[in-house]
């Protein structure tokens, strides 16, 4: 099994989406939170569980949807 690792810059993305959630629905935002980091979560299990990023077509960057957002990643 390999670790998970964010990058600040994505950190920092992840709490600027959800501030952004926030200011219409507070509890929504600290749900897609906890959606974002169990999802990368399981990555560590299942690294090439998300679909390949279409516009770059490699490998070894994927991405996982949740809701109208995407987190993107490198295996």
Same mark, same amino acid.
């Given at each position: ?67 109208? /957002?995407?987190?993107? /990643?490198?295996?």
């Amino acid at each position: 099994m390999v670790g998970v690792t964010w990058a600040l810059q994505a950190l920092d993305d992840l709490e600027a989406v959800c501030l952004f959630i926030a200011r219409d629905k507070p509890g929504i935002a600290c749900i897609f939170a906890n959606r974002a980091f169990a999802a990368t979560d399981r990555l560590a299990e299942f690294p090439r569980s998300g679909r390949i990023v279409p516009e770059l077509g490699r490998e070894d960057v994927r991405e996982i949807l949740i809701q109208s /957002y995407r987190i993107i /990643y490198r295996i």
